[in-house]
């Protein structure tokens, strides 16, 4: 099993601009979340879906969308960039619907925006 | 926003110490516990779930306080590998159900 995925690995963006970050599982899971990590600060979660076609907001959701079209794949949405979403992106997901099962992260996102 | 409040770090010892990070939590309604490990510009990766009843996995114990709400890691005999940034992390329950809260972690540097 490859794990989650996430796609791209890096990405500057210009203030305005939009952008997908990709996340995929293979494990089956149907709980997946985003969350961002800032210095200083905790993981904070963005979205999170408990299954194909259900999403809903987490802590910090404002400026981002999400879908959930297979069990898969869930994408991040950034609409407008701006320089407060300069952040690390991490994905994760877990067996069952709920996040009382261990999390499986991928390898983050690292987004600049300039 | 519920809070999980962990020791600042960082710490720093030598190869062969015991350590102990400490955590507490806010909501009293928290009903799952855990430590994750994350290195360097890496992703966080489950270390261990904390019980009730305490829990351990070689040199790594946790314990589990809910009338206090303070949760604890220890490592005993620390190797090089250990350092990382330990993250305590709390499953809460709320109104959309649950979500996992994440301490800003500590950090851990074994020196030879």
């Known amino acids: 099993n490859a794990g ?3 796609t791209p690995k890096f990405q500057v963006l210009k203030t305005g601009q939009s952008m997908t970050l990709q996340c995929a599982q293979d494990m089956n899971h149907e709980y997946m979340s985003w969350y961002r990590q800032d210095p200083g600060m905790g993981l904070r979660l963005i979205h999170y879906s408990v299954g194909a076609g259900i999403t809903d907001q987490g802590e910090v959701p404002n400026g981002y969308n ?6 898969e794949d869930f994408p991040l949405r950034l609409l407008s960039a701006a320089p407060s979403q ?8 877990s067996y069952g619907v709920n996040s009382y099962n261990e999390q499986f992260f991928g390898p983050g996102t690292r987004l600049t925006v300039l | 926003r519920k809070e999980v409040e962990q020791d600042p770090g960082p710490f720093n010892v030598p190869e062969g110490a015991t350590v102990a990070f ?22 966080p990766k489950l270390l261990m779930s ?10 790594f ?20 590998s250990d350092s990382a940034t330990y993250l305590c992390v709390v499953n809460e329950v709320n109104q959309a159900g649950t979500a996992l809260i994440f301490g800003k ?7 030879s």
């Open chain 1, 4 to 6: 989650v995925t996430q």
């Open chain 1, 66 to 71: 999400v879908s959930r079209s297979t069990t």
């Open chain 1, 86 to 93: 300069t952040s690390v992106y991490f994905c994760a997901s």
């Open chain 2, 50 to 59: 904390v019980y009730s009843s305490g829990n351990e996995d070689g040199r």
């Open chain 2, 105 to 111: 972690g500590t950090t851990l540097s074994v020196s």
């Open chain 2, 61 to 80: 114990t946790a314990q589990l306080n809910r009338a206090s709400q303070y949760i604890s890691l220890l490592i005993r005999d620390s190797k090089l």
């Open chain 2, 22 to 43: 400490n955590c507490t939590y806010s909501n009293s309604a928290s009903q799952s516990f855990f430590w994750y490990r994350q290195d360097c510009r890496k992703e």
